[in-house]
């Protein structure tokens, strides 16, 4: 690659050079860390992982706006991403810049081919040279979200002070396949022995629990250990508030009153408050309170006008989504966009939101997992949902229906990154800062 390379000439070069999008599995991965240095000092004072089907992304957002507002510096590296590969990786709240992604590509192809060559796909490729980024920094906090699974997945070379997993759902059948008990247990595998353990949800299954014992690792479950409670001051406001129960990292109770509402779910949030506290992170009321009146996530209940763009793309994230909009008053249609992969459960995705949707448009997704219109469209009918538009692309089915839109009406995009992102992308390029739309590269992991 010439010195003259750009970040977008790096992202097709690592497309190219490894064709298969997920291959998961620690040796190759870890072969071309430890020729990095990257296992040799801590990348960060204090580490944190985040596995799970649903809630990483939200999880990791509340973890750094915590954080920050507790002092520190932070690192976060998630995926997939919605407009730019640069949202992946961000220190501090801030997007990295292309030089230092692109040092970091360049010092993983040097470590990738000497002495012998060894292939790396794009995901693990971006994860290296994440983390020799953030090694570069060495920040106060480092969050890293695993991509798929756990056991296998390339964070996973890296020893965290403390594990957190969300959810475990169905979701990535041809991967991790369909049994909850198994999923589980790939989602334990980055449990460590004798490190605390956060637990984010009251459904996980047996697995996770069982994996924990077998390493002695410090279990801290959500409904047992630590829960929240939602409450409503209306000498304050009409507003939701919420209160925290836990314990610090010396294992003395605390609670954190009047809590805002951080339009994210609360079981992560509590779990992010818990993983904190136990990372050693001395947690202030009032730098909560900030933290959580100002964290958004693109793409997870956000709002742009009338329009609702949400990732969810399994049952059980559609389940959340419709129990929120369910909290919505409106006085006219609520019209839904829908792309979706095609590995990707969509029955069971419109099962969960087809009381809360008035129409549909149906879309297609090309590129490796397609799934079209038609078929998509066939599903809703087949479950007596009305469907009022087929099209070609996501950005086509959302021109389509902003000239239908009346007053009143809503529109909810989901289903898929690809459709967000693309619906997102499309919303910037109508505004009066298109400039910020940037460098808009497809999402190339759904999680």
Sequence with gaps: MSDSATLTDWLARLERQHPVSIDLGLERVARVAR????????????????????????????????????????????????????????????????????????????????????????????????????????????????????????????????????????????????????????KAGILRTARPAVLGSERLPPSVRRVATELGAGVHALGGDFRHAVERLAQVDAALHWRWIGHDGQGNPQVLEALPDPRLPLDNAASALQALALARVALDVASCRRAFSTVRLPGRMQWLGNWCLDVAHNPHAAEYLAARLAERQRTGQRIGLLGMLGDKDAQGVIEALSSRIDGWVAVSLSGERPRSADELAALLEAQGQTVLHRAASPQAGAEWLASRLEAGDEALVCGSFYTVAEVLGWHIARGTDAATQGQVLAAREES
């Excluded at 999880?59 to 520190?72: F, I, K, N, P, S």
């Excluded at 020893?159 to 790939?186: K, S």
């Design 35 to 186: 020729r990095m240095g990257l296992l040799d000092a801590r990348l960060s004072e204090r580490i944190i992982t985040v596995a799970g089907t649903n809630g990483k992304g939200s999880t990791v957002a509340m973890l750094d706006a915590l954080a920050r507002e507790h002092g520190l510096s932070t690192a976060a590296y998630t995926s997939p991403h919605l407009l730019r590969y640069n949202e992946r990786l961000r220190f501090d709240g801030v997007e990295a810049d292309d030089a230092s992604l692109i040092r970091g590509f360049e010092r993983v192809e040097a470590a990738r081919l000497e002495p012998e060559p060894i292939s790396l796909s794009y995901f693990e490729a971006g994860t290296l040279a994440a983390l020799w980024v953030i090694a570069e920094r060495r920040p106060d906090l480092t969050i890293l979200e695993v991509g798929l699974g756990g056991r296998l997945d390339a964070v996973n070379i890296i020893d965290a002070d403390v594990a957190m997993i969300t959810t475990v759902a169905q979701d990535h059948a041809a991967f991790l396949g369909t049994d909850l008990d198994a999923i589980g247990r790939e």
